[in-house]
């Protein structure tokens, strides 16, 4: 997630844009200034339910004096000094951009885990996330800000599509099956995802763009099934558009002989 703020006590993912107003010193506090927050290069967190998912945040921060560090963590709940949940990093690495200016680079992992850990999630912690965002300048001052922005942190998804039957006579019944699945990071492994709407897609064997025909929903096991009439040699697809916990994902698409 790529944020561009000027740092601010209480400042809330509400505000991704912050600004010094009109003829307002941007260091009027004394303190330093957070100028740009990256975390995982602008994208949501994926996680999967076995593999370790590693990431880094780069924080950027300026103050007359210079600045010796600035980080980030991301930490899920209410509050910060409540959280539930927290990713936290290795010493952070700092490359100074110009006297004022500090660019620090964290580099993170995250994995599925059914316990109560700093850098674990389980199921109940998958959706947004807070970033935490601090910086500390040569003359001794810090800035901290504990929601500077927000980031999703999903479980990933698999989907799948098949059309039968292959070949198929023009006019008649084509029964396109599949599954939409996500990683249950408590279990560590894959489940269907019930009671989702997926729209089955179709596209011509000439043509790079896919229309939707219908919306479909998983059953309790993630199933998915519909019939359509057979009109042209093309592929047919599921494509789910994705939920806070989950990302969106296109099956690959399943290509039809119609004679």
């Known amino acids: 997630m790529r944020i561009h703020a000027a740092a601010m006590a209480g400042a809330t993912s509400a505000a991704l844009l912050l600004t010094a107003g009109a003829g307002v010193p941007a260091h009027a506090d004394g303190k330093p ?39 980030a963590q991301l930490w899920f709940g209410t509050s910060y000094d409540n959280h539930t949940g927290g990713l936290s990093y290795d010493t952070p690495t700092c490359r100074a951009v110009n006297s004022t200016t500090t660019t620090c680079t964290m580099n993170f992992q995250v994995e599925a885990d059914t316990r109560d850990m700093t850098n674990v999630v389980s199921n109940a912690k998958a959706g947004t996330w807070h ?17 500077y922005a927000t980031i999703k942190v999903q479980r990933t998804s698999q989907l799948t599509a098949n059309a039968a039957p292959e070949p198929v006579k023009k006019g008649k019944t084509l029964t396109v099956t599949g599954k939409l699945s ?20 179709y596209r011509p064997k000439n ?34 558009p994705g939920t806070t916990t989950t990302p969106a994902i296109n099956a690959t698409g399943d290509y039809v002989d119609v004679r």
């Open 33 to 71: 200034v957070i100028t740009e927050v990256v975390v995982n290069k602008g994208k949501n967190i994926l996680v999967g339910p076995t593999a370790v998912t590693k990431f880094s945040a780069q924080v950027t921060a300026t103050d007359p004096s210079g600045v010796i560090v600035a980080d």
């Open 131 to 147: 970033i935490f965002a601090s910086a500390f300048s040569k003359d001794r001052v810090q800035t901290v800000v504990d929601s």
């Open 182 to 201: 996500r990683a249950n990071w408590n279990t560590r492994k894959y489940a269907g995802y019930s009671g989702q709407s997926v729209k089955l897609q």
């Open 207 to 240: 043509s790079s763009t896919y229309t939707t025909l219908k919306t479909v929903t998983t059953s309790s096991t993630g199933q998915l099934k519909t019939a359509v009439k057979a009109t042209t040699d093309g592929y047919y697809r599921y494509s789910f």
